[in-house]
């Protein structure tokens, strides 16, 4: 049923768009056309200050996140070069503890090994004792030998004391070394995790204020653009009057839709319940090419700029279904009325009325709002003026 209607909308519009592009020459009352096209060319005026004000502040906006910018890049390089910092220190201090680990491991190896003997011999000068110094002497042909042997038993119960005593204290020192080495390692894990958030959070900075930036530089291009628009639409208008003057019949003046993108009046104050291209429940086919305000119903509905009336009647879907023609391909549609306040053919000035609110097909107090630019339907908040 969307996308019927939809269809049937494109047929309306274009339509309209072969009526609208015949040239009519017209021969207004001279005071009335001269009002006319002084009032625009004040429109004109404003919405360029207005632009060139804008344009004054993206620059400054610009300007100031350019500042921000480079200190954020700044800042990343920092953060760049303190989690390479701390990752050297950590992989230093890895290479260490794997080194005092594999040290601690050997002396361990060789204790293990050299414990038997070393255990063997001291049980033996234990089980030797006074009687082991007797079987000595009796074994030795002078007490030249006695004293040999005795100094040799004691010197080997000395080395084999200070061995084991030297095995403790390194191997006590190496388990130091490596419970100081692990507790760093800890330390440098916490360290390399906070230099990453936060390398992190200056990258998500840095792109945003980035993407920013492209923002504005689009922003300032389409204001120049739209600036550019108007000044040229200001010449043709100081032509007309200057033909006026003259006395010349002219063309009714207008001025182009599109350099007012933002700064176009609501149809009416209400509530969006609908927006630009999405459903309001999966039966729906098509999606919307407009908004819909929820507001009360009889509530004033309003032309949010000059143009021609190219369609006023009841259409399938929208009730009462109003089609302002803006020129250049651009028009405006307001449906779901309860009556149409003008006709086919009629001119309305911005902020006129065309209508009443109505109610939707579904029966709540509403009112369609669809806005084409170039015979293509586009998001109409992004056209209103911010509420």
């Given at each position: 049923?969307?996308?019927?209607?939809?269809?049937?909308?494109?047929?309306?519009?274009?339509?309209?768009?072969?009526?609208?592009?015949?040239?009519v020459v017209v021969a207004q009352a001279p005071q009335d056309a001269t009002a006319r096209t002084q009032a625009l060319s004040r429109r004109a005026a404003e919405r360029i200050a207005s632009l060139q004000k804008e344009a004054a502040s993206l620059a400054r906006q610009e300007q100031t996140l350019l500042v921000e910018l480079r200190s954020l890049e700044v800042q990343r390089e920092i953060k760049v070069e303190e989690l390479a910092v701390v990752e050297r220190q950590a992989a230093d201090v890895q290479t260490k503890l794997a080194d005092t680990t594999t040290r601690a491991q050997t002396l361990q190896d060789t204790a293990d090994r050299q414990r038997p003997e070393v255990e063997e011999r001291m049980v033996r000068l234990y089980k030797m004792g006074r009687a082991g110094y007797w079987r000595?002497?009796?074994?030795?042909?002078?007490?030249?030998?006695?004293?040999?042997?005795?100094?040799?038993?004691?010197?080997?119960?000395?080395?084999?004391?200070?061995?084991?005593?030297?095995?403790?204290?390194?191997?006590?020192?190496?388990?130091?070394?490596?419970?100081?080495?692990?507790?760093?390692?800890r330390e440098l894990?916490?360290?390399?995790?906070?230099?990453?958030d936060a390398q992190i959070a200056v990258n998500n900075a840095v792109t945003a204020r980035a993407n920013l930036v492209k923002q504005i530089d689009a922003r300032r291009d389409l204001n120049a653009q739209l600036t550019g628009e108007l000044q040229d639409a200001q010449q043709k208008l100081r032509a007309t009057l200057t033909q006026l003057a003259n006395g010349q019949a002219v063309?009714?003046?207008?001025?182009?839709?599109r350099p007012f993108q933002g700064a176009l009046p609501w149809p009416a104050d209400g509530v969006v319940v609908l927006k630009f291209g999405r459903p309001r429940a999966p039966a729906v086919v098509a999606p919307p090419s407009g908004i819909e305000l929820s507001l009360p119903e009889g509530e004033a509905v309003h032309a949010v700029y000059d143009g021609t009336v190219a369609?006023?009647?009841?259409?399938?879907?929208?009730?009462?279904?109003?089609?302002?023609d803006?020129?250049?391909?651009?028009?405006?549609?307001?449906?779901h009325m309860s009556t149409a306040a003008v006709k086919k053919g009629d001119r309305v000035d911005q902020g006129?009325?065309?209508?009443?609110?109505?109610?939707?097909?579904?029966g709540n107090p509403s009112l369609?709002?669809?806005?084409?630019?170039?015979?293509?339907?586009?998001?109409p908040l992004q056209w209103l003026k911010r509420p």
């Open positions: 049923m969307a996308s019927r209607c939809s269809k049937e909308l494109s047929i309306v519009l274009s339509a309209a768009a072969l009526l609208s592009g015949v040239a000595l002497l009796l074994d030795v042909n002078s007490l030249q030998e006695v004293g040999r042997a005795y100094r040799t038993a004691a010197a080997l119960a000395r080395i084999d004391r200070d061995r084991i005593e030297e095995h403790h204290r390194t191997l006590a020192a190496l388990n130091a070394e490596r419970a100081t080495l692990e507790t760093r390692a894990a916490v360290l390399k995790r906070k230099a990453r063309a009714a003046a207008t001025l182009p839709i369609y006023a009647d009841p259409f399938s879907g929208f009730g009462n279904l109003v089609i302002v803006h020129g250049d391909r651009c028009y405006s549609l307001y449906g006129g009325t065309v209508g009443l609110a109505g109610r939707n097909p579904s369609y709002f669809e806005l084409r630019i170039d015979g293509k339907p586009v998001d």
